[in-house]
Structures are given as C-alpha cells and as structure tokens.
C-alpha cells in the first residue's frame, strides 16, 4: 500500500518522480504528493491520481526530491493529508503504519508542535525536527528517530540545506536504485527501470544515504550494513500496458507465458525433485508430517486448492490459515510440519507476521511461494519457489494465482513422490500435463467473445452466487472475489452442497448463479444442486467442461464448454472464464478495472 519515489542526480528529476509515481499507482491512488529542493524545499500535493499531480508539477525543475502514492490508512483522502508531510525545513514520505502515533503525538504537542492532518506520518516528521535539535546531523537523527517508532514503515527524508536524502525501512518494502550520476529509491523496482537496472534491497532496520556518488547503509544500531547489488531482470516492456486496455485484460492473458515460466524447470527431460524448492528441500521434506499454508486474500484461495491436492496425492495432512487469524489465535504448533507461505508480493504483512511467529513457535520448515525474488518472505523462510509471472499491476490478481496453483501442484507431487505415493507411470502422466497446460490455458482465452456476452446480461445485477465442489470451491471463492473487487456486485461462494442449509434463500429471477461444473465424481451431484436453482426461478451460468453432461439450452440455463477437461489440475482452467467474466462485467458498468475503490496492491499494512 503506498508507493515511494526518491532521486538525487545531477539533471532534473521531477520527471523522474512523477513517472516513479505512475509505475507505483497500482499501490495507491487516493492522493499523491512531492517535495523538491529548488533550491528551498517546494511541496505539491494532490487528490486523486499521479495525473493531477503530473500537471500541478509542470514546469518544475529540480535535482532531488521525493515523492508519494497514498493508500489510506489513517485519515481520509484529501490534500491536508496526502504526503508528503513538513516540519520546518523538512519533508516526510511514509508508507507503513506508526503503532505508537498517538503516544508519540502527545508527547511533540507538549512540546509545541501543531498537527495539520490526521496522519500518524507527520508524527515522524515532527518527531524527527525534535531530533535534530540534539542531534543536527539529519543522517543520524534519521537513525535515532525510527528507533523510536513501533509497526511498520518505510519512510525518504529530504531536508533544506541538505545535499542527500535519507530513507529507512522496517516491514514495508524499499530499495535503492544506483545510477550514472544519481542515486534512487523506490518501494518497487519497476518504478526506477527507467534510470537504472541495478538494485540494492534493504533489510528491515536499515538506514541509508542517497547522494549523487553513491549510497550509504546502516543497521539499527549505526554500524555499516553491505548489503548486495543486483541487476533487476525486469524489462520496460513487463510493466507496459500495450495493446491492451487495462493491466488486468493484459494479465489475464500473460498467463500461458507465466505458466510456462513458472514450470520451465520441469521442461523436457526434467522429473519431480525436492531440489525445485531449493538445496535443502530433501532434508527439510523429508520428515514432513502435515502441511501449514499461510496466505490471505486470493493466495488464500491458491492454498485451498491445494489441501486437496497435497491431501489426496501425498497422503498429507494440510490445514490453511488466512494469516490475519492464524497469528493472534492459540494454536498447536508442530515442528515436522512444512509451513508454506503464498503471497504475490512477498510482502505481505500479515503473511510475513504469520511466518515469523510460526517460527517462534519451533516450527523451522518453511517455504515461500512468491512472485517476487528478494522480498522479505523469500528471505524469511528456509526455502523458496518463485512463480515468475513478471509484474502483477492489476489490483485483482490473475496470473499470480494460476501460477501459484502451477507451483502448489509441483509441491503436492514431489510429497507424493518422496512419500512413494507417486508411480514412475503417475508421475509421467502429471508431468505431460503441467507442460501442456501453456496450450490448454491459451485455448481457454478463446472462450472471451462469448463471456464478453454472459457479462452483458447480468451486469446489472446487485447480487451473484457461485458455486463449486470439491478443489473447484476455492475457485468458486476466487470467482466471486474477482467480481465483487472490480465490479462492485455484492457476490460469494457456496459448496454447492451448502445450497439447501441457507443461500438457496436467496435465489430468484435476480439472482444469477455461476457454477462451476468439471467433469470429476462430484459431476453428478453438482447437477443436482443446479436443479435446485432451476426450480427456485434462479437462472444459470455454468461453466462445463467439453464432456461434461450438463444440459444448454433450457429457459434460464447457459452453459459454456472449455476446450479440454484437465482432471486434477482443472481448478487452473476454470478460474481462467471467471476472470474474464470479472473482466467483462466491470467493463459493462464502467468501474475502474486497474484500481477498484478502497483496495490497492501490496498490503503492506495490518
């Protein structure tokens, strides 16, 4: 939530916040604001998009400066509280939550200081002028001051008189950029491609010096911090819309190649291996007694996925947690279970939270399944799995999920292997089908002329219902997640064996159902909770696979066929037309496809 833009160069750098800020909105988009020294400090602040601010910022010229994306938190969208925030000669930009804010806030009004906004920001900044007045160098006031607060933040400094910008971070995420004759920082990567591809990550605590020459590292308690360099793999192209309309569509679409991607290791010749988690999977796996998955919103909905898969093939037992819940309740640990983290960020944090304490508990076997290499989960856990799905910029996730599910399914195989629950024959004919499914998920797209048609008739609906049973549950979740985030349309999701202990209540004419209808042993049953629908007035949208039995063309009855029917690994397919449906019926009722009201990427917040 919320992104940050910092440079300092030898040219002029208002282009390269604002653009920094663009590549960022899909974090925040209630207001955005900058500071630049010119050579005295110069703030603009603005509602809405980075647009509004683009234009207020015509003109302006400087050669350091930093500027913010709000998401909010604390305080209501409006000029008086987007970032960044001054005391004095100085500005702050924060993203993050200050826990101890109010007891911080009543000890500065004491002390003089009057508050302008409702932000727990400005208590940094005001907190830091406190600082400096005993301690004048801005570097080590910078140092002390965020000793001093509790939660999470990620915060850039700029100060008048000041030749650098100082930023820290602790649990929201922050790099820096090193470039031909600047030095950058973002919450993102994708936000400093255009200067520069070489990056350095912070570690949680650490304080660092931007200047023209280069950059300076601290830990917690002031002593030099080297931390590595890497060249982001990431191209212009990944994070540019194109022929599309939306990043969403795009994504939507990206997912064969992302699939391919993400199962690229299992290519050719290649069999099942621990060794896909990392080095130490064998010896990590291999006394494994149960599976722990740890994720929220729709990684939550991957994980539940794959209970039944690790379940059913492994022989394991598999609970799921939203990592929100797990973590503040009482729980009995075991330290030969796997804890598997989900998370397209990998900074999550409450997925991140959640590992942390199941560690502090003694359980040691960890693993994260993230899109992004170098996020805080990837360094918390033992081992790793990166989905390589490239940049995720539409809010509603798309291809992060199908190639969670790609990595999930390779996950409960290998403990099905290594359990000698899996013959040489099941493990070929598994293999056959993760390498296909590039192809099978491209044939499905095809799909999108006649879903564009199914949007059009109920877009206009206030309520939807789907259903699912068994591993397509989850997706029958995802579903109704997807169409609520980005179309407003108050939706949720039932085991169709639910219908008849409370929502089949809610059915008539105006409650479309979708179901979910593979061609799996629950076929049979599924067809029977669709008659119930049927006979409650309640008209059906059910997407079937090609050899599934379901009957089209009755009153109130439209049935959509994928390509192929894909057995286990089905759930991947059949998520697929439910997010173009989504798509679609946004569309329709003109919502803002890419930024849905009240949500943004990344949560970095509680």
């Known amino acids: 939530m919320c992104g940050i833009v910092a440079a300092i160069a030898g040219n002029n750098i208002v282009s390269v916040l604002i653009e920094g800020l663009t590549r960022l909105e899909y974090r925040g988009y209630d207001s955005a604001g900058l500071a630049v020294l010119n050579p005295n400090l110069n703030r603009l602040r603005s509602v809405g998009r980075v647009a509004e601010l683009a234009k207020a910022a015509d003109g302006l010229a400087a050669n350091s400066g930093i500027a913010h994306t709000r998401w909010a938190t604390h305080g209501v969208p409006s000029e008086r509280n987007a970032h960044p925030h001054i005391s004095a000669g100085l500005a702050v930009v924060h993203n993050g939550i200050i826990e101890n804010f109010a007891e911080i806030k009543q000890e500065l009004t004491v002390n003089g200081y009057v508050f302008?906004?409702?932000?727990?920001?400005?208590?940094?900044?005001?907190?830091?002028?406190?600082?400096?007045?005993?301690?004048?160098?801005?570097?080590?006031?910078?140092?002390?001051?965020?000793?001093?607060?509790?939660?999470?933040?990620?915060?850039?400094?700029?100060?008048?008189?000041?030749?650098?910008?100082?930023?820290?971070?602790?649990?929201?995420?922050?790099?820096?950029?090193?470039?031909?004759?600047?030095?950058?920082?973002?919450?993102?990567?994708?936000?400093?491609?255009?200067?520069?591809?070489?990056?350095?990550?912070?570690?949680?605590?650490?304080?660092?010096?931007?200047?023209?020459?280069?950059?300076?590292?601290?830990?917690?308690?002031?002593?030099?911090?080297?931390?590595?360099?890497?060249?982001?793999s990431l191209s212009a192209d990944a994070v540019e819309l194109g022929k599309y309309r939306h990043y969403m569509q795009k994504e939507i679409f990206e997912q064969p190649q992302a699939l391919a991607n993400t199962l690229e290791m299992i290519a050719g010749g290649a069999g099942l291996s621990p060794n896909l988690f990392g080095t130490a999977a064998p010896e990590i796996m291999e006394d494994v007694e149960g599976v722990l998955i740890i994720a929220c919103g729709t990684s939550y909905h991957a994980g539940l996925v794959a209970r039944y898969w690790i379940e059913q093939l492994a022989g394991l037992p598999?609970?799921?947690?939203?990592?929100?819940?797990?973590?503040?309740?009482?729980?009995?640990?075991?330290?030969?279970?796997?804890?598997?983290?989900?998370?397209?960020?990998?900074?999550?944090?409450?997925?991140?939270?959640?590992?942390?304490?199941?560690?502090?508990?003694?359980?040691?076997?960890?693993?994260?399944?993230?899109?992004?290499?170098?996020?805080?989960?990837?360094?918390?856990?033992?081992?790793?799995?990166?989905?390589?799905?490239?940049?995720?910029?539409?809010?509603?996730s798309t291809k992060a999920f199908t190639t969670q599910l790609a990595a999930l399914a390779l996950l409960a195989l290998v403990l099905a292997k290594q359990r000698g629950r899996l013959s040489e024959d099941e493990e070929t004919k598994h293999l056959v089908a993760l390498r296909h499914l590039p192809v099978a998920v491209t044939k499905t797209l095809t799909l999108e002329p006649e879903i564009e048609k199914w949007a059009g008739r109920f877009a206009g609906k206030q309520h939807a219902l789907f259903l699912g049973r068994g591993h397509h549950y989850p997706i029958a979740l995802e579903g109704a997640l997807k169409l609520k985030e980005i179309s407003y349309i108050h939706a949720e999701a039932y085991p169709a064996g639910e219908l008849k202990h409370g929502p089949l209540a809610l059915v008539d004419k105006d409650m479309p159902v979708i179901s979910v209808a593979p061609n799996d042993t629950l076929l049979e049953k599924l067809k029977s909770n669709l008659q119930e629908v049927k006979a409650r007035g309640g008209e059906l949208y059910v997407f079937a696979d090609a050899d599934s039995e379901v009957q089209d063309g009755e009153e109130n009855v439209h049935v959509l066929r994928l390509p192929e029917h894909y057995g286990l690994l089905s759930p991947i397919l059949h998520v697929v037309p439910l997010q173009l449906l989504a798509y679609h019926a946004a569309l329709v009722k003109g919502t803002d496809v890419d930024k849905p009201r009240n949500l943004a990427k990344s949560v970095t917040v509680e």
């Open 116 to 232: 302008t906004s409702d932000t727990d920001t400005e208590v940094v900044a005001h907190l830091l002028q406190e600082t400096l007045k005993k301690t004048p160098d801005l570097f080590e006031a910078v140092r002390l001051t965020t000793n001093r607060l509790v939660g999470a933040y990620a915060i850039a400094v700029l100060k008048e008189g000041e030749d650098r910008i100082v930023v820290a971070r602790n649990g929201a995420p922050l790099l820096l950029g090193i470039g031909e004759g600047g030095s950058y920082a973002a919450s993102d990567a994708a936000a400093l491609l255009q200067v520069t591809r070489k990056m350095i990550y912070l570690e949680d605590g650490d304080v660092a010096e931007l200047r023209r020459d280069g950059v300076r590292i601290v830990r917690p308690d002031g002593s030099p911090a080297d931390r590595p360099n890497f060249e982001s």
């Open 318 to 396: 598999c609970q799921v947690e939203i990592a929100s819940e797990y973590r503040y309740r009482t729980s009995v640990p075991n330290p030969k279970l796997l804890v598997v983290a989900i998370s397209q960020s990998g900074e999550t944090a409450d997925t991140l939270a959640a590992v942390k304490h199941a560690k502090a508990l003694g359980m040691h076997k960890t693993l994260t399944i993230c899109n992004v290499p170098e996020s805080a989960l990837i360094r918390e856990a033992a081992l790793k799995f990166l989905t390589r799905a490239g940049p995720e910029i539409g809010v509603a």
